[in-house]
């Protein structure tokens, strides 16, 4: 221990008693000094905590204070997941989906049944022609007209099936198609079926991405069905025309062949003459029918409201592909 340096007050100088006395009252002093140190470094050292008993609970306790961080923890999760989660969202009503529907129909133009139809079965539709070439007549008689014959086809299966009329085809010397797209082919005839004036065409060459269409049993048609005709009357088309079901079951007997055809679908959509072997729709697009004729009591080829079509049934038959 360093002790404090000693000076005397007095100039004069001490004798040896005053001197011993003076080194005897510093040593006095010093031990004094000494025994007062640890006095001041205890009031003047660390001080203990006086926040109250409260926080001498919690450093006496550390389980309650982890306990209160683990509630504070919680509840700040809780909050934050609280502030993630999407508002709830009102849910659709019936009322809505009615003022929604109400609101389409008012400001969208919505094709038509019959618009539709077609547009299912359009790609499946083909143009067909008949061609008889003019042939020589006997010695002094004139040469023979050439001629050909208009009607509509039916495309069944892919590899260019087609489904049309007899009467179309008939005596044709050869048999040119028209397909959706522009595609043109020559056809030739693979099956025939005079008695229900059906005949299966072949196609020599096809387009790549030929549709063919979906037929549908006739045997749940019923009398006021809306169905449509798709061909090319007097060779105009694709045409399209809408009616209904007239009848069923109806017997028919052709005016040139003379063959009784039974067991037709009767309509009303409109039919001329060239829609002959066309497609016979409901609303969805499915081939129910072949057209094949109209009723006209006069001499002229008009239609006057009764069409006939063949059922898919038999026409599907003829081609070897029963579609039920």
């Known amino acids: 221990m360093r002790r404090t340096a000693l000076y005397s007050r007095s100039t004069r100088p001490a004798t040896g008693r005053q001197a011993a006395q003076a080194e005897a009252e510093a040593e006095d002093r010093a031990r004094a000094e000494l025994s007062a140190?640890?006095?001041?470094?205890?009031?003047?050292?660390?001080?203990?905590?006086?926040?109250?008993?409260?926080?001498?609970?919690?450093?006496?306790?550390?389980?309650?204070?982890?306990?209160?961080?683990?509630?504070?923890?919680?509840?700040?999760?809780?909050?934050?997941?609280?502030?993630?989660?999407?508002?709830?969202?009102?849910?659709?009503?019936?009322?809505?989906?009615?003022?929604?529907?109400?609101?389409?129909?008012?400001?969208?133009?919505?094709?038509?049944?019959?618009?539709?139809?077609?547009?299912?079965?359009?790609?499946?539709?083909?143009?067909?022609?008949?061609?008889?070439?003019?042939?020589?007549?006997?010695?002094?008689?004139?040469?023979?007209?050439?001629?050909?014959?208009?009607?509509?086809?039916?495309?069944?299966?892919?590899?260019?099936?087609?489904?049309t009329n007899y009467h179309v085809v008939d005596g044709a010397d050869r048999i040119d198609v028209t397909f959706w797209d522009g595609t043109e082919s020559q056809a030739f005839v693979i099956n025939a079926e005079p008695d229900k004036d059906l005949a299966v065409l072949r196609a020599r060459t096809v387009p790549d991405d030929l549709q063919p269409a979906t037929m549908r049993s006739s045997a749940s048609l019923l009398p006021g069905e809306q169905v449509a005709a798709v061909g090319f009357p007097y060779g105009i088309g694709p045409s399209v025309s809408a009616g209904v079901v007239s009848g069923l079951k109806r017997g028919f007997r052709s005016p040139k062949g003379g063959q009784m055809l039974k067991d037709l679908i009767q309509f009303d959509a409109a039919a001329n003459p060239g829609n002959s072997g066309g497609p016979l729709v409901t609303m969805d697009g499915q081939v129910v029918g072949i057209v094949t004729a109209i009723l006209n009591p006069t001499e002229a080829s008009t239609f006057i409201g009764i069409g006939f079509a063949v059922p898919i049934e038999s026409a599907a038959g003829a081609a070897g592909q029963p579609p039920f």
């Open 37 to 163: 140190e640890p006095r001041i470094q205890e009031e003047i050292g660390p001080q203990p905590l006086r926040s109250g008993r409260r926080q001498l609970l919690f450093w006496k306790h550390p389980a309650a204070l982890w306990g209160a961080l683990a509630v504070m923890a919680l509840l700040l999760a809780l909050s934050w997941t609280q502030a993630l989660q999407p508002k709830p969202v009102r849910q659709l009503t019936q009322k809505d989906i009615d003022r929604a529907v109400i609101h389409t129909m008012e400001n969208n133009v919505l094709p038509s049944p019959a618009a539709r139809a077609a547009g299912i079965i359009g790609p499946s539709v083909v143009r067909v022609l008949g061609t008889m070439e003019g042939k020589k007549g006997k010695k002094g008689a004139p040469p023979q007209e050439s001629g050909h014959g208009i009607g509509t086809g039916v495309v069944i299966i892919d590899n260019g099936t087609i489904l």
